[in-house]
């Protein structure tokens, strides 16, 4: 099974900011998608991160708001830009360990803007 | 797209009786159906997956049911335990691979 570094765990930040997220994998991965989840909800796919392309977005979410790196098959960042409150969730990469198989997630980051 | 429908959004048990949780998928195409675990605070953890080959599996107290004609799949936990309380949720995934979600069971096991 693959194991996620994702960090940070947790932050706080002022509305208007923009965070970086990195997911780091012990192995290396085709597919990495990078997940919303808010307060007492289920996990919503922002998008996938493609290796040298760009990522591909889900129905509501844009890459100026949520720009994806993925430089190489182990690493993934995601930035939330321009932070307002209701980007306050638990953010969270994932990793698929083979066609249909487990997906494995990192820790999650939890953002609260304020 | 996909979409993944799951009942009942909360359920409550008296240890040792079974919970059963049903979801509903719509895509034809999504052929691998895993159920995760989320304590509160923690990162969804994988009890139990099927594929579309298969009709059931089983996994100590867990098993999962999957009727691909119907386009439903089912979590069934027996013999339930106090730890077994937390969010479970269901999910389907296709030849796009990434993982649709269902929106979530909150299960509370009465000691």
């Known amino acids: 099974s693959a194991v996620i570094s994702q960090k940070p765990s947790r932050d706080i930040c002022q509305r208007g900011t923009s965070l970086t997220i990195q997911c780091q994998v012990d192995s290396q991965v085709t597919m990495m998608f990078w997940y919303r989840q808010q307060p007492g909800q289920s996990l919503t796919l922002i998008a996938t991160?493609?290796?040298?392309?760009?990522?591909?977005?889900e129905s509501g979410f844009v890459i100026d708001k949520f720009p994806i790196s993925r430089p190489n098959l182990t690493f993934s960042t995601l930035t939330v830009s321009n932070m307002s409150p209701e980007d306050s969730s638990i953010y969270l990469c994932?990793?698929?360990?083979?066609?249909?198989?487990?997906?494995?997630f990192g820790q999650g980051t939890r953002l609260t803007v304020v | 797209g996909e979409n993944v429908e799951q009942h009942p959004s909360t359920l409550s048990v008296q240890e040792g009786d079974s919970a059963v949780i049903k979801c509903t998928y719509s895509d034809s195409a999504s052929n691998y159906f895993p159920w995760y675990k989320q304590e509160l605070g923690k990162r969804p953890q994988l009890i139990i997956d099927?594929?579309?080959?298969?009709g059931e599996k089983k996994d100590q107290r867990i098993a999962v049911t999957l009727n691909k004609t119907a386009k439903h799949f089912s979590l069934h936990i027996t013999e339930t335990q106090p730890e077994d309380s937390a969010v479970y949720f269901c999910?389907?995934?296709?030849?796009?691979?990434?993982?649709?979600f269902g929106s979530g069971t909150q299960l509370t096991v009465l000691p």
């Open positions: 999910a389907a995934s296709g030849s796009a691979r990434q993982l649709t």
């Open positions: 991160a493609n290796q040298g392309s760009e990522a591909t977005y």
């Open positions: 994932s990793v698929e360990g083979g066609e249909n198989t487990e997906a494995f």
């Open positions: 099927i594929r579309s080959n298969v």
